[in-house]
Each structure stands twice: as structure tokens, then as C-alpha cells.
């Protein structure tokens, strides 16, 4: 299945932080922080402004960007985590 985000809403791939025991100590799933950089896999069809005209996008394909904590709606394709967000959520591109 195929996702093509409309409008300013871009399509965000968490990138998972590589898992460190430290002490023998297993953090569970449901203790740990949402990840905060994604990879942004598709853009939508562009924001448009007051007078009509289409406004570029700051990101692109390939970027990586940092995420708020709790932003955008979270979605499961073919079993990969997404989230869908407004471009206008994004905090940073980072790199």
C-alpha cells in the first residue's frame, strides 16, 4: 500500500533509537520515549496561501527532521510505523 499525504501534511518515518542495556536493566516498550527524529518518506500537494499561490515545502524526501514528542496522527502501513504530520509541526530539519 501506497500513502500520499494531502495538502501541507508530510509523511514521517520514526527512526528508532538503537536499544542499550545498561546493567542488565530492560526498559519495556511502554516506557520509553516516542522517538523524535523521522525520516520524511512523502510529501503532499503543497500548502496554499491567501492569494492562491502554492508555497513551496521546507523539507523534502529524504530529509531528517526533528518532531515534536506528541505530534501528528500515527498510522501502521504493512506493518511500518508512520506518523502524518503538518509541515508547520516539524521543528527542525536536522543535517
Do not use: C, H
Not at 496561501?49 to 502554492?54: E, N, P, R, Y
Request: aromatic share 4%; no cysteine; charged share 35%.
Amino acid at each position: 500500500m501506497k500513502i500520499k499525504p494531502l495538502g501541507e501534511r508530510v509523511l514521517v518515518e520514526p527512526v528508532k533509537e538503537e536499544e542499550a542495556v545498561k546493567g542488565g536493566i530492560i526498559i519495556p516498550d511502554s516506557a520509553k520515549e516516542k522517538p523524535q527524529e523521522g525520516k520524511v518518506i512523502a510529501v503532499g500537494t503543497g500548502k496554499i496561501d491567501k492569494d492562491g499561490k502554492k508555497v513551496p515545502f521546507n523539507v523534502k524526501v529524504g530529509d531528517i527532521v526533528l518532531m515534536p514528542k506528541y505530534g501528528g496522527t500515527e498510522v501502521k502501513v504493512d506493518g511500518k510505523e508512520y506518523q502524518i504530520m503538518r509541515e508547520d509541526d516539524i521543528l527542525a530539519v536536522i543535517g
